[in-house]
């Protein structure tokens, strides 16, 4: 099962975009967790947001909440990453990937857990 995410673009600033993840045939993806990561140039991935399995719960890093919201849509074959008011330290290569569950603990979500990588989304965020 390979991820794809899309829905990335050039922003100004407090601009909102919506990023999807989904595979590239529609398969649910009802049984796993999925992770939104980030990275920026020079920089490490990062776990920016995390939706589990039975209850759907969510999982935010500290840097994106309030402004970050995870959902699945009706069928569970894809999750969305609602993003308002953008900033420019949100200008990164945006990826999602699965796993059993979330592992989200202590603000840190345990990338190396997670796989399934597609390509990501670039999302620029400027003026």
């Known amino acids: 099962v390979q991820l794809q995410a899309s829905g990335g673009g050039l922003v100004q600033p407090g601009g909102s975009l919506r990023l999807s993840c989904a595979t590239s045939?529609?398969?649910?993806?009802?049984?796993?967790?999925i992770g939104w990561f980030r990275q920026a140039p020079g920089k490490e991935r990062e776990g920016v947001s995390c939706i589990g399995t039975s209850d759907d719960s969510t999982y935010y890093a500290d840097s994106v909440k309030g402004r970050f919201t995870i959902s699945r849509n009706n069928d569970k074959s894809a999750v969305y990453l609602q993003i308002n008011s953008l900033k420019s330290g949100d200008t990164a290569v945006y990826y999602c990937?699965?796993?059993?569950?979330?592992?989200?603990?202590?603000?840190?979500?345990?990338?190396?857990?997670?796989?399934?990588w597609g390509q990501g989304t670039l999302v620029t965020v400027s003026s």
């Open positions: 990937g699965l796993d059993p569950g979330c592992g989200y603990s202590k603000g840190i979500f345990p990338i190396k857990a997670y796989s399934n």
């Open positions: 045939t529609g398969s649910t993806l009802a049984y796993w967790a």
